[in-house]
T-cell receptor
Framework: KNEVEQSPQNLTAQEGEFITINCSYS?????LHWLQQHPGGGIVSLFM?????KKHGRLIATINIQEKHSSLHITASHPRDSAVYIC???????????WGAGTKLIIKP | DTGVSQDPRHKITKRGQNVTFRCDPI?????LYWYRQTLGQGPEFLTY????????KSRLLSDRFSAERPKGSFSTLEIQRTEQGDSAMYLC??????????????FGQGTRLTVV
């Protein structure tokens, strides 16, 4: 079993839909990252969470430390949101990032 | 500050040649990380620095790989005698670590290496 599990692996939705991507992990962590990777490989950091909830524009990330679960939500989705979204956890030791397999999101106009 | 920058963005090299990549972190960040991502896989940790000290190296970092951060600012990753299996995206990230707390890690755009 992978230490970081994401679901779904692939998600196709229509423009405007509310999107949820889930991440579960099984190790002790100091922080959890949500990252966005576009075709061509560039990675953008979206959020780093250690508790609670964060919001940037149309993006919302939540984490439940007791349940070892995090969600990334996109409101009013747009085709430019199409990308791979990666959940990565930083171990308690503070240097190793364990990456989920990613969720490929396609938003159709 | 323009964030974490990596140079070059793309590199094609012949097998057996040496290559060097550079990473410039966010200026006030004292931690710098190198990762490698092969096609279809998540990034794998290679090594990290706190200031100029290399604190951890992965088993993935063979003797052909060497990383430096001589002045605690930019870092270089050199691969000697490249092999086709070295073809990957090499990612750099930086963060500020103080008193046991790590701030958000910011990633560079990566250097895509193709060994032919």
């Amino acid at each position: 079993k992978n230490e970081v599990e994401q679901s779904p692996q692939n998600l196709t939705a229509q423009e405007g839909e509310f999107i949820t991507i889930n991440c579960s992990y099984s190790v002790g962590i100091s922080a959890l990252h949500w990252l966005q990777q576009h075709p061509g490989g560039g990675i953008v950091s979206l959020f780093m969470l250690s508790s609670g909830k964060k919001k940037h524009g149309r993006l919302i990330a939540t984490i439940n430390i007791q349940e070892k679960h995090s969600s990334l939500h996109i409101t009013a989705s747009h085709p430019r949101d199409s990308a791979v979204y990666i959940c990565a956890v930083m171990r308690d030791s503070n240097y190793q990032l364990i990456w989920g397999a990613g969720t490929k999101l396609i938003i159709k106009p | 500050d323009t964030g974490v920058s990596q140079d070059p963005r793309h590199k094609i090299t012949k097998r057996g040649q040496n290559v060097t990549f550079r990473c410039d972190p966010i200026s006030e960040h004292n931690r710098l990380y190198w990762y490698r991502q092969t096609l279809g896989q998540g990034p794998e940790f290679l090594t990290y620095f706190q200031n100029e000290a290399q604190l951890e190296k992965s088993r993935l970092l063979s003797d052909r790989f060497s990383a430096e951060r001589p002045k605690g600012s930019f870092s270089t990753l050199e691969i000697q005698r490249t092999e086709q299996g070295d073809s990957a995206m090499y990612l750099c990230a930086s963060s500020l670590w103080t008193a046991g707390v790590n701030t958000e890690a910011f990633f560079g755009q990566g250097t895509r290496l193709t060994v032919v």
